[in-house]
């Protein structure tokens, strides 16, 4: 009977382990009566909600509500910038969520930002008198490590997720390279689960693919609203920055689409809503060069071309591509 208990405990700590590696809820397991959910793991909740303690809220209700709280604090987060030119805006949240990391903690160790040369050299290194004026984070708190090659950050990435003496890990890189696969993404995922603290993936000019992530989410800078007084708006002001966000993937959301505002005095996000903007604003429209042609000029004549495998009109003499005696292959040696 003994033995029966052991075996019956044994085999469900492999299966929640299994069940946390592949992201599935844990609660779906049947449980022993004794059983507790082990140190460090993210635990779901029947309602779909997440546990405030293991999550981080951005301070925006309706983006918390749709993720179940917040970001989960020990997974792998992916953060995705359409394009090259949305990497500012892509780091900037991600700095955003370390700062309020940061903040909710009493001992506050350093986060560790990874990124190869060319991602560096791409997007340039953080400036660290706007990472402390925007979203309280101190110079000394922040530790860049710039690798040679992609294996080396992955490496490096690994090896930080499981060390006590940083409060994040931010790993930076371009594209969609085949050394981050599937296998690579649930090895970081796997660390953060056992650390107990986040990871967050960036992509420069990335696109979605299958990762052991739980939750990514697509970046692209937004229109910033006029600042906001007593008396109102005030025209022809910019206010806080915004962010475009998507919830790309999400097991406890479905997709959808945000636009948050960060309050660099509160170090918080606030949703803003589309009206904000007005009905007239659309973005920025660069005015037309003056002395100078329209770059689009109207259509000129509009030739018609014959249909393919039409018959050659009459009279017509086929050039030399067109004789049968140069259509045969030429060597090429």
């Known amino acids: 009977m003994a033995t029966s208990a052991v075996a019956q405990a044994t085999v469900f700590a492999l299966r929640q382990k299994i069940a946390r590696i592949e992201g599935t809820l844990p609660e779906r397991l049947a449980a022993p009566a004794k059983a507790r ?18 999550s981080l809220a951005t301070g925006a209700a309706s983006f918390d509500a749709a993720l179940g709280g917040g970001l989960p604090l020990a997974a792998l987060t992916e953060i995705h910038g359409a394009e090259t030119r949305d990497a500012g805006a892509a780091s900037g949240f991600a700095l955003a969520m370390a700062g309020l990391l940061l903040a909710r903690t009493t001992r506050r160790v350093p986060l560790l930002w990874i990124g190869t040369t060319e991602i560096f050299r791409e997007a340039g290194m953080p400036y ?3 990472l402390c004026s925007r979203f309280g984070i101190e110079p000394d708190e922040l530790l860049i490590a710039e690798a040679p090659k992609l294996l080396d950050a ?7 997720a499981e060390l006590k003496g940083f409060s994040a890990v931010i790993l930076e890189i371009r594209g969609n390279p085949q050394k981050l696969d599937l296998t690579a993404t649930r090895r970081l995922h796997r660390r953060a689960l056992g650390a107990g603290r986040p990871v967050f993936l960036l992509r420069q000019a990335g696109q979605a693919e299958p990762t052991a992530a739980p939750v990514r989410l697509v970046v692209t800078p937004a229109t910033a609203a006029p600042r ?10 910019i ?25 660099a005095d509160e170090r918080s996000f606030a ?4 009206q904000a903007l007005g009905p007239a604003d659309t973005g920025a429209v ?27 009109a009459a009279g017509h003499q086929p050039s030399r591509q067109e004789r049968p005696a140069h259509r045969s292959p030429r060597r090429t040696g």
Do not use: C, M, Y
């Not at 660069?286 to 018609?304: D, F, K, N, W, Y």
């Open 239 to 263: 206010g806080p920055p915004g962010f475009a966000v998507s919830i790309d993937k999400s097991r406890l959301a479905l997709p959808g689409q945000f636009t948050l505002e960060w309050n």
């Open 37 to 54: 959910p082990e140190e460090g793991a993210v635990v779901l909740r029947r309602n779909g909600t997440v546990d405030a303690a293991r």
């Open 154 to 160: 992955l490496w490096i990435a690994e090896e930080a």
């Open 228 to 237: 906001h007084t007593l008396a109102g708006p005030l025209a022809g002001s």
């Open 271 to 274: 949703e803003r809503h589309q």
């Open 128 to 130: 660290a008198p706007g």
């Open 286 to 312: 660069v005015s037309l060069s003056r002395h100078r042609a329209h770059p689009a000029p109207a259509a000129g004549t509009v030739v018609a071309f014959a249909a393919a495998g039409a018959a050659p």
